[in-house]
T-cell receptor, first 106, second 113 residues
């Protein structure tokens, strides 16, 4: 089993749709969790941290489920500009998922 | 602040050649990292450093070396380039007190022929 696994994607959704990504991790001692956004041929940039109680930033909601060892990212009212690859990161041992590609279409 | 800068942006090497990828950060971050990203894949940690003079291996350290003589600089050395090292290399830095959010440089695209 991989250390950090993500939904394989790609996700192709229409504008305005709600889309959710999951990311599972194998190390139960992991402490910090993040979602990064990576545009084509660019570096990853932090989208949001994931807190134990869940957190929201505008159209984006992140959740952590320690019992089942996964984190999730929900994007509401998708915009064309949300098209990117989304990487989850588990930073006890600096592991990144392979990323999920999202394409939002008109 | 320039953030994390990397040079060069692109490089083509022949098998067996050596080179150093440069990484500098001006945010006074203690932690620095080197990752490689193969096409369609996630980031794999090569080496990391928690402070000047301290370095540790990551998930895929073979074929690479690093040094950390200052807080700002964290160069990555390839001694004998191999085609398997063709990848995009990202340097990152973080400050543990800020939740360990990592800031990435723009990357170096390396091709070994």
């Amino acid at each position: 089993r991989k250390e950090v696994e993500q939904d394989p994607g790609p996700f192709n959704v229409p504008e305005g749709a709600t889309v959710a990504f999951n990311c599972t991790y194998s190390n139960s001692a992991s402490q910090s969790f993040f979602w990064y956004r990576q545009d084509c041929r660019k570096e990853p940039k932090l989208l949001m941290s994931v807190y134990s109680s869940g957190n929201e930033d505008g159209r984006f909601t992140a959740q952590l489920n320690r019992a089942s060892q996964y984190i999730s990212l929900l994007i509401r009212d998708s915009k064309l500009s949300d098209s990117a690859t989304y990487l989850c990161a588990v930073t006890l041992d600096m592991r990144f998922g392979a990323g999920t590609r999202l394409t939002v279409k008109p | 602040n320039a953030g994390v800068t990397q040079t060069p942006k692109f490089r083509i090497l022949k098998i067996g050649q050596s080179m150093t990828l440069q990484c500098t950060q001006d945010m006074n971050h203690n932690y620095m990292y080197w990752y490689r990203q193969d096409p369609g894949m996630g980031l794999k940690l090569i080496y990391y450093s928690v402070g000047a003079g301290i370095t540790d291996k990551g998930e895929v350290p073979n074929g690479y070396n690093v040094s950390r003589s200052t807080t700002e600089d964290f160069p990555l050395r390839l001694e004998l380039a191999a085609p398997s090292q063709t990848s995009v290399y990202f340097c990152a830095s973080s400050y543990p007190g800020q939740g360990n959010e990592q800031f990435f440089g723009p990357g170096t695209r390396l091709t070994v022929l």
